[in-house]
């Protein structure tokens, strides 16, 4: 039998495959690339083109195998999405009055480690109105709070940091507030657990809303092209 053909006989289990490579796909893609973010929203598009390049046809089944295909590209692509997100550094920058801009980070950024790493560098810093800084770290159940920074200057800039001992961060999922002056510079992290974890507490909510999003755009490409099919039938008679 043709390979076609062979498709087309299976043609939910085509479609399914379709689908979930594209998601895979379109998820690291726009983790990398986040500026091409929007084009998330083509696949409930693209998955109409396999369904109608692979044969299957009918209302009842584009419904019922759709929905089924959807909501397995929401939960590849957020999967993708959160894999990436758990394994990258996530620097954050500001800029203030007077040419200070700070630069945070943590490192690592994800994993059971013994140590983290937060610091600070901020450029300018002797145009701030006064030289106290601090450091909030907290997850939902716990905070710590921190004055005692270590500092480097050199020239304009200053670098603060902090070392977090081991075992003084319980497992969890954090975000860290650097305040310096009247300022405050939030970033997250760190993720204080394992990626099984990360996935399983991140990607439902993402996924549920990728899932409304594909869902009602599904729906409303199954009917547009009932609709147009409907069309020529009348137009042929």
């Known amino acids: ?18 689908g979930a ?3 895979i796909l379109i998820g690291y893609l726009v983790s990398y690339v986040p500026s091409l973010f929007l084009i998330v929203f083509l696949v409930p598009i693209v998955i109409l083109v ?7 046809y009918g209302l ?31 620097p954050i920058t500001a800029t203030y009055d007077n040419g200070i801009s700070a630069t945070a980070t943590v490192s690592p950024f ?12 901020i450029v300018n810093y002797e145009h701030l109105s006064s030289q106290n800084f601090s450091l909030t770290i907290a997850s939902p159940t716990f905070t710590l709070n921190e004055t005692s920074l270590n500092s480097i200057a050199k020239g304009s800039d200053i670098t603060l940091y902090y070392d977090v001992p081991a075992g003084h961060l319980p497992l969890g999922i954090y975000n860290y507030s650097f305040h310096f002056a009247n300022y405050t510079l939030t970033g997250p992290g760190p993720i ?9 507490d991140s990607v ?3 996924s549920f809303l990728y899932f409304i999003y594909y869902e009602i755009i ?20």
Do not use: C
């Open 1 to 18: 039998m043709p390979f076609k053909e062979q498709v087309r006989k299976h043609n939910f289990a085509s479609t399914l495959l379709g």
């Open 21 to 23: 490579i594209l998601s």
């Open 50 to 56: 396999l369904m109608h390049y692979f044969g299957l």
């Open 60 to 90: 009842r089944k584009r419904l019922l195998y759709g929905t089924v295909i959807v909501i397995l590209a929401a939960l590849l692509i957020s999967s993708a999405e959160s894999q990436v997100y758990y394994s990258s550094e996530h």
């Open 110 to 121: 994800s994993g059971i480690m013994p140590s983290y790493n937060f610091s600070i560098t």
């Open 192 to 200: 204080n657990t394992n990626l099984g974890t990360w996935i399983a």
């Open 204 to 206: 439902i909510s993402v």
């Open 218 to 237: 599904l729906l409303a490409g199954i009917f547009l092209m009932r609709s147009i099919d409907h069309s020529r039938s009348y137009n042929k008679k």
